[in-house]
Each structure stands twice: as C-alpha cells, then as structure tokens.
C-alpha cells in the first residue's frame, strides 16, 4: 500500500487531526501537479509489489481539482483504489455511482454530525446515498465521550459496509492536536470494548487503525477483541504533495526524504523501515523500557507518542541508485 496525499486543502479542521504538523489553517494549501502525479505512479508501480494498492488521501483528496482524472489514471495501471475522504464535498456523482464496479473503495471519516455545518450534511448524506457498500466508516477516538452512534445510523440508513474501522487519535510530533495519552488508557478502553459490542449487536465488524497501543486493554480485553490486531505500523508510506517521503503523517518531522533518492517505492519503504527500527526497540514511555510485547512482536509502538524526546536521530544512508542501461 502506498498514501499519496495529493493536496493539503481541507474543508474540516478536526481538533484531532494528527497532520497538524502539515495541514490546516496555517501551512499553505498545496495541491499535487499531474505530471509528478503520473511519476509518483509509475515510481509505485516499478516497486513490483504483489497485491498493491493505491491510497488516495489529503487534506481531503476529492478537493483536488483534477481528482476524477487521478482515479482514471490509477485503475489505467491497475491499481485498486482505497480514498479517504470526509465525503462532505462535492464529489462527481457518476464516480460514486460507479466505485464498487470500477474496484474504488472509500473510508469515510465521520465526526459527531452535530458538528456539521448543514451544507456539510447534506452532501455527506448524499454522497453516501451513492457510495453504499462501496463506503466503509472510521471513527477516531478522542476519549471515552466520543459520540459513535451516528455510525451505526450512516451504516443502516445508506446501507454501506458493515465493517468499520476505529482509531485512537496520535499526537504530531509537535504534540499541537487532542490526542489519547497513557493516563487516559483505562476509560478509553472500557468505552472502546463497549462500542465493539454495539457493532456486534448490529452486525457490524470493527478492525484498529495503526497507532493503537498494545498496552491500552488489559488481557481480558485483549481476549475479547480475539483475532483482531491491535497495534500495527509501518504497512505503507505517506507521499507528500511535494514529492517527499515522510513514514506518516504524525512523522512528517522525523524524515522527510524526495522520493528521487530511490529507485522505487519497494526501496522506500524499506529504508524508512531501517530508519524507524531502533526507536521501535527502545519505545516511546518509561513503562515501555523491557515491555515483553515490544520484544515478542506483538507491540508495533507508534512512534508519535515519544519520538519528540530523542534529541539526535541517527538516519540510515540512502541507497545507491543504479543508472539505467
């Protein structure tokens, strides 16, 4: 999977949005330019990655002016096509209409509609009415208050995908949005075993966002979640309006690397995986030092919650870069 953030325009600024560091009132808007668009592609493509797929996100992707002609462009080289998207715009019709044939699947970010200016409901409404089960929702945890009720609602009433995905809202590394922090671990995840058995009640499957700690449930809750992965990182790669490799978006001032300094997105990624390891080891609190779960595996340690600690990062060297024959 590679993130291509192809523009940095929002129409939401969400208090927990983890890409602070990048997007939002202010940091210039910046769109990605079509011919680094088709480069980026093909950069992906020649990474010759077995099931890959394309992830189109922002700022919110559909504001893109050329965004219909980005999803045209992708399905040409045989990508399938995930969009993160708040679907609160105006999206072409005939695109949603068509995503589930076309192999376009959509997570839609959906806050408290209370929250909602009505223009924003309304198109939210209807852009749901059209996607259905091409749509799946997510929903971002700020603490145990967190409205999620209407995420039932959306699912029932537009009869989308009845499989959500939930996540527990990272800091930026420069720790400027709302975000869950060690101490608020218990009634998180009390409330978080809760929501799970509202979905189950009504058939809806729920999956973690990466960045969720392994150390946020206790064994019990850990035993009820069952074969559900809890902490994952380092799957994919953001890819900047710019161009610039960044691990993801909560990191974006870890490293931010073009993505010239590599043959293709494969060498990216691997480099970025050598980059992050040693601080993986060590963790990003003090209960982190000698914790089993980080040793055996089981812990991906989001490395958002500590990294602005280490006061020198030590990078690996980029790889060489062959010349074409």
């Known amino acids: 999977m590679a993130n291509l953030m192809i523009t940095t325009d929002c129409n939401f600024s969400c208090p927990y949005c983890f890409g602070r560091d990048m997007i939002g009132t202010s940091h210039e808007k910046k769109h990605m330019e079509w011919d680094l668009f088709t480069t980026l592609i093909d950069w992906i493509k020649a990474g010759d990655i077995y099931d890959m797929d394309v992830h189109l996100m922002g700022g919110e992707p559909t504001l893109h002016p050329q965004f219909k002609e980005m999803i045209d462009y992708i399905i040409s080289k045989n990508f399938r096509i995930v969009v993160f998207s708040n679907a609160s715009t105006k999206i072409n019709s005939d695109l949603c209409q068509q995503s589930s044939s076309r192999g376009i699947s959509w997570v839609v970010n959906v806050n408290d509609p209370a929250t909602y ?41 537009y009869n989308l995908s009845r499989h959500i995905k939930i996540g527990v809202s990272l800091p930026t590394m420069d720790k400027n949005n709302v975000f869950i922090t060690f101490d608020d671990f218990k009634p998180v995840s009390e409330y978080l075993v809760q929501i799970a058995k509202d979905m189950a009640a009504e058939n809806i499957t729920i999956e973690f966002e990466c960045g969720v700690p392994y150390c946020l449930f206790d064994d019990k809750q850990k035993k009820y979640f069952g074969d559900i992965k809890i902490s994952h990182c380092g799957s994919r790669l953001d890819i900047t309006p710019w161009g610039n490799l960044i691990n993801c978006l909560p990191l974006v ?10 043959s293709n997105y494969l060498i990216a990624r691997n480099w970025f995986s050598e980059a992050t390891l040693p601080y993986r080891r060590v963790g990003v609190n003090d209960q982190c030092f000698g914790c ?34």
């Open 117 to 157: 200016t009505s223009k924003q409901a309304n198109l939210l409404d209807h852009n749901l009415k059209l996607l259905q089960d091409a749509a799946s929702l997510t929903l971002n945890i700020c603490n145990n208050k967190t409205k999620y009720k209407h995420i039932i609602d959306y699912t029932n009433k």
């Open 292 to 325: 089993q779960n980080i040793a055996n595996g089981n812990c991906g340690v989001c490395l958002a919650h500590g990294l602005d600690k280490y006061n020198r990062i030590n990078l690996p060297p980029f790889p060489e870069i062959k010349a074409e024959a």
């Open 253 to 262: 001032n870890f490293a931010s690397v073009h993505y010239t300094n590599f």
